[in-house]
């Protein structure tokens, strides 16, 4: 058996955590710490992005690593680039926007219909979450949650984006279901920066002398912690990224149903629904089991076994 690894790696970035943090969950699978080169791109690369060429390629200069991952349309010109040096395996994290046989390897979600023979699709998306972390992140919040009672539901809330809403009442229903919930369970909530103002005003209005906890906002987002503890997971449907992890846990996931959407969602949240990987959130908690998808790991493997093939023995 083949026990070489790659040992080194860059990110590419243009300043998106979210397309970051996917690359970096795969490079951490792959046992390497990668470099961030966060790029700058000039105005022509900007506005002719996924196309044309990297025309300011800045610190992206030899000695080249092991892997290099990209994420995001104006990452594209420069992962190119560096293909084109026929040093590093170079890959694609998200649909490119050009031929995927310019890069050795293409991941993108089955929602996006992209096709290839170095194209690999998974229901969910890549991540940095670990059954360690989730440890971690557990123990961790345990120790400064309030006494609730027990069992714990998570509860993670987005926001309104370019496919949902997120209007008055959408909210008013989800605050009254969870305090509903709150009579049973113990209920630890988390938002994002998208989540509407006045949602934690009218939770706290209709959750008043129930026990709960709410991240307040400060400090780090205690999401991993809520996902090692909690033995339900309450997450709106508005993030691909939010319900892949929640997926990643193995536990009952029920979406929040929105106003609005769009063909690739509805592909996506059918497939998450066939799969068993989550079921519609209906105001009960039933509980069902499913074999967890982890598509960080599928992706970490096939570039390995490209990098090998790359650097044979």
Known sequence: MDTRRPTTGWVLETGKAGHANQCIGV???????PEIKRLRPNLVTRLLAPHGFARDPGRLAPPFPDIVLASGR???????ALRRTGGPVVAMIGKPGIRPDRFDLV??????????????????????????????GAAALEARLPDLPRPLVGVLVGGPNKAFGFDAATI??????????ADRFGLMITVSR??????????DRHLAGKPHWLWNGTGENPVFGIFGLAEHLIVTSDSVSMLSEACFTGKPVHAVRLS????KFDRFHRAMVDRDFMHWYDGSLPSWSY???DPTGLIAERLLALWQERNPA
Not at 27 to 33: N, P
Not at 74 to 80: I, Q
């Open 27 to 33: 490079m951490e699978r792959l046992g390497i710490e």
């Open 74 to 80: 104006r990452t594209v010109p420069y992962a190119r």
């Open 107 to 136: 991941w993108a979600n089955e929602h996006d219909r992209l096709t290839g023979a170095n194209v690999l699709t998974t229901v969910t998306s890549p991540h940095r979450l670990t059954p360690e972390r989730l440890a971690e």
């Open 172 to 181: 008013d229903a989800l605050c009254a279901s969870l305090a509903s919930l």
């Open 194 to 203: 998208r989540t509407p103002s006045d949602f934690p005003v009218k939770l």
């Open 260 to 263: 609005g959407g769009n063909p």
């Open 291 to 293: 074999d967890p998808p």
